[in-house]
């Protein structure tokens, strides 16, 4: 659990995925339209992928990927970050992370 925990904190916006997740690539898809680079981290090409499965389904995450953190917490899965989308509470909380245009 520290793993994904470390991992969750390195960067403004992490996502937990696997290579052939079509959810977390419509995510990163949806980050990138706001402005923000998602770090992600494929777990399944980590030698850890079970463990790290295992670790945010212990952190609350309701299927192991697509997990999205902000700011080092978790925000949810692919409904979650959606629904925030969608009522307008996502774009100020990613608005620190967002890549200046200048």
């Given at each position: 659990?520290?793993?994904?925990?470390?991992?969750s904190?390195?960067?403004?916006?992490?996502?937990?995925?696997?290579?052939?997740?079509?959810?977390?690539?419509?995510?990163?898809?949806?980050?990138?339209?706001?402005?923000?680079?998602?770090?992600?981290?494929?777990?399944?090409?980590d030698?850890?992928?079970?463990?790290?499965?295992?670790?945010?389904?212990?952190?609350?995450?309701?299927?192991?990927?697509?997990?999205?953190?902000?700011?080092?917490?978790?925000?949810?899965?692919?409904?979650?970050?959606?629904?925030?989308?969608?009522?307008?509470?996502?774009?100020?909380?990613?608005?620190?992370?967002?890549?200046?245009?200048?």
């Amino acid at each position: 659990m520290d793993k994904v925990v470390r991992m969750s904190s390195e960067k403004g916006v992490v996502i937990f995925s696997k290579s052939s997740c079509c959810l977390s690539y419509a995510v990163q898809v949806l980050f990138q339209d706001l402005g923000v680079h998602p770090t992600v981290h494929e777990i399944d090409k980590d030698l850890d992928c079970r463990e790290i499965e295992k670790a945010l389904m212990r952190l609350g995450c309701s299927t192991p990927v697509p997990a999205i953190f902000v700011g080092g917490k978790l925000v949810g899965s692919t409904n979650e970050v959606m629904s925030m989308h969608l009522s307008g509470s996502l774009v100020p909380l990613v608005k620190p992370f967002q890549a200046s245009l200048c």
